[in-house]
Each structure stands twice: as C-alpha cells, then as structure tokens.
C-alpha cells in the first residue's frame, strides 16, 4: 500500500508549551511576524510556502481551477488584510487555509447561483485541467457535479490530500462526525455512478 | 517523511479505482513555472493599491468570514441562555405584580361588599364633653350636691 507524502510542512507547534519547534516552523513565525509589520518580501515567503496547499484546498471545494485560482489569490488578499489580528503563536497554515476554504467555499456558491448550467462546460476545460481527456474522466466530472459542494470538498479533501476528518471539519466548519458521514456518503455515490468502470477497462 | 495521514483513500467503503480517478482528475499542477506565476499574481493583487499592511484597516464585516460554525453555534447558545434567564425574571416579575393586583383587587371587592364600621367613625369623629373633674364624686354622692 502506498502513502500520501506530503509536501508542506507539519503544523506548526504552539509556542508556550513543551512540544518542541522545528526549525522551519521558527522561520515560519519570523516570516509572519515580519509581514506583521510591513515586509511584503516576507509575505511573499509566506505565499511560496503555502500556494500548494492553498490550491489543493481551494480545488477541492470549487469545480474548476480557475475557479481554485481565483480561491487561492482571493485567500491570500484576505489573509494580508486580516494578517495584523493573527497571533503568530497559532499555525499560520491552519489559519490560511480555512481562509482560503471561505473564499472557495463562496466562489463556489457565486458560481452556483450565477451559471449553473455552465458547470459541465467549465470542468472539460482542457488546457486547465488535464484530467479532462478521456470520457472515463468525463464521466467522473459528471458525477462529481452530482455531488453535494460539501460531500465532495470531504473526499477530496480526504482521498485526495490526505486530511483527516477532524482536520476537515475545521477547514470547512463542520463537526467532524458530519465530515465522517459526508465522507461516506461521498464514496458510496460516485461508486454507485461508477459503477461499471472496472468491466469497460 | 512520508507520512500516511489517513486511510489513504483505502477504506472499507473506498473504491482505490474511484481513489485514483479522483487524485488524477485533481492532481495539481507539477510545473514550477506555474506556481512562480501564481505567487507573482498574488503578490500583484496584494500590494496593487493596498499600501502597507499596518495602513489597513479591515472592514467590519471581514471578520464574520473567520468564525467557525462551532463558534456561532457557542456564541448563539450563550445568547440563548442569557435570553432564556431575562425571559424567565421578566416572567416571574410580571407574575407577581399580576399576582398582587390580583390580590388588591379581591380585597377591594371584599370591602366594598362589607358595610362600613359607621358606629366607630362616628365615635372617633365626636367631639367628647369634657366632665369635671368632681364628676365621679356626685355619681356616688348625688345628695351632696
């Protein structure tokens, strides 16, 4: 069985207790303490540092990437506005992305209200999203258009980027028992409208 | 370190073909270039007209995007406590007012029902004889006198 390796860093420890901190959660904190006052170099780092996360997070709640894009620049924006009340002893990934899920998790519901009937046109966006190729592909679009916004942010977030249900819980701000159930959910049905996938390969 | 994190998309309920699928379809971009772009186009829309962080002030309504349900949800339950405990003095305040009207009410009645003591105001509002002061002597000595 493989394992999902990860690229960002392990949350950051709390200051004030014995847990020890890394080196790069230290430079963590100096970066943010720095964009606290005013460099924007280091706001920079700090948007190098967590852009990846930032956009799995964000592509898991929106449908296209795009829209993920526009998610991730909009998280960022409100993340610099609201940088002075962050208290550096938290974890400064954990506190971006569940910006970063907000602003998603309304895009996405801008996009619904707006254009819904363009939903199909917008996920087979070939040059953004290349696993729009085959009609395997298409079909799974399809059913993840079927999805619940929510159910299908929790297995993506949960099949795809590795978190946790209580982890998902907090980045989408549900309790973790209804990320649990949404996960269940989320995996019966698109087994269910994929159900033939093994006799056509 | 690789670092499993959950079930790896492998549990009991999970289809690991749909599991695939799923990382394919949504497999982040792997070239560099693109993630250098991106950080430009957020540092871009960040410094574009907003000055210096410590210029900015954030407006009111930015911080409702911040709470969490569960947050909401602890801060409607306190409301609702304190709401709860107002409701209830208030009640039980009006429900003794209403009580000692009810009562003042019923005595009045009563006593209007009731005939007055005239005999005592009468008595109280007499103006009394003063009697001399040999008075008790001639009742029982009138042939003294």
């Not at chain 2, 410094?47 to 709470?67: K, V, Y």
């Amino acid at each position: 069985m493989t394992s999902i390796a990860l690229s960002f860093p392990a949350a950051s420890p709390v200051m004030g207790t014995d847990r020890p901190v890394s080196a790069e959660a230290l430079e963590e904190r100096e970066l943010v303490l720095s964009a606290q006052a005013g460099d924007h170099t280091a706001f920079a780092g700090l948007v190098h540092r967590h852009q990846r996360r930032a956009y799995a997070v964000a592509r898991s709640i929106v449908l296209s990437h795009d829209d993920a894009e526009d998610a991730v620049q909009e998280g960022f924006l409100h993340a610099f506005r609201a940088l002075e009340r962050f208290r550096p002893e938290q974890a400064f990934g954990a506190w971006l992305h569940r910006i970063v899920a907000n602003a998603a998790l309304d895009i996405a519901r801008r996009r619904k209200v707006r254009d819904a009937d363009e939903l199909p046109e917008t996920l087979s966006s070939p040059h953004r999203d290349p696993a729009e190729a085959g009609e395997l592909r298409a079909r799974l679009a399809r059913a993840l258009n079927t999805l619940g916004e929510r159910q299908r942010a929790v297995i993506v977030l949960h099949d795809v980027e590795g978190y946790k249900h209580a982890e998902i819980g907090a980045l989408l701000g549900i309790p973790e028992g209804t990320a649990r159930s949404d996960l269940h959910h989320a995996r019966a049905h698109l087994r269910r409208q994929l159900s033939n996938l093994r006799s056509e390969k | 370190m690789t670092v499993t994190r959950n079930d790896n998309g492998h549990g009991p309920d999970a289809d690991p073909r749909v599991t695939d699928l799923l990382r394919s379809h949504y497999a982040a971009p792997q070239d560099e270039t693109y993630w250098n772009s991106l950080e430009a186009r957020v540092m871009l829309s960040v410094t574009r007209g907003l000055g210096r962080i410590s210029d900015l002030r954030p407006a009111w309504w930015s911080g409702f995007g911040e709470f969490r349900t569960a947050d909401i949800r602890n801060a409607g339950l306190i409301a609702a406590t304190i709401a709860l405990v107002v409701a209830g003095a208030t009640f039980v305040r009006e429900a003794e007012l209403a009580a000692n009207a009810r009562a003042m009410a019923q005595r009045a009645a009563v006593e209007s029902a009731l005939p007055l003591p005239l005999d005592d105001a009468t008595l109280t509002s007499r103006v009394r004889v003063r009697l001399p002061e040999d008075a008790p002597e001639r009742y029982l000595h009138p042939l003294d006198y």
